[in-house]
């Protein structure tokens, strides 16, 4: 597999891991474009949002609540979540939601 998250997630390479469970890896953007810049990546592969199919739905409302989630535990309010879906605004082909905040992350 030569996709580059499923390389971090497999801890082939390494990243800045912030958060991670059975299901979702949240790692800091390797060209921060904000004071805090996350990524929360399923661990499952699924290309972009136009491949998720309805019965994937789950993989992409579970990373939405567990950005929700960090973004309060570590009072990044305001944020903003941004899901780049297809070239050239999504550079890397596997599902990530972006959450930047202008706080620094505590
Ligand atoms: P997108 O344009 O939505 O596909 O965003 C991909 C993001 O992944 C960009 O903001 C990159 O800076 C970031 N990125 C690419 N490679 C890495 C890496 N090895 N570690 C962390 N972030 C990365």
């Given at each position: 597999?030569?996709?580059?998250?499923?390389?971090i997630?497999?801890?082939?390479?390494?990243?800045?891991?912030?958060?991670?469970?059975?299901?979702?890896?949240?790692i800091?953007?390797?060209?921060?474009?904000?004071?805090?810049?996350?990524?929360?990546l399923?661990?499952?592969?699924?290309?972009s949002?136009?491949?998720?199919?309805?019965?994937?739905?789950?993989?992409?409302?579970?990373?939405?609540?567990?950005?929700?989630?960090?973004?309060?535990?570590?009072?990044?309010?305001?944020?903003?979540?941004t899901?780049?879906?297809?070239?050239?605004?999504?550079?890397?082909?596997?599902?990530?939601l972006?959450?930047?905040s202008?706080?620094?992350?505590?």
């Amino acid at each position: 597999m030569s996709c580059v998250f499923c390389k971090i997630i497999n801890k082939e390479i390494p990243s800045e891991v912030v958060y991670e469970d059975e299901r979702v890896l949240g790692i800091k953007d390797i060209q921060p474009k904000s004071p805090t810049h996350l990524l929360f990546l399923p661990k499952t592969h699924i290309e972009s949002l136009d491949s998720l199919d309805e019965s994937q739905i789950d993989v992409f409302n579970n990373i939405l609540l567990v950005a929700k989630k960090f973004a309060t535990e570590h009072s990044l309010r305001p944020y903003r979540l941004t899901l780049n879906t297809g070239a050239p605004f999504q550079e890397v082909m596997h599902l990530h939601l972006h959450l930047e905040s202008t706080h620094s992350m505590n």
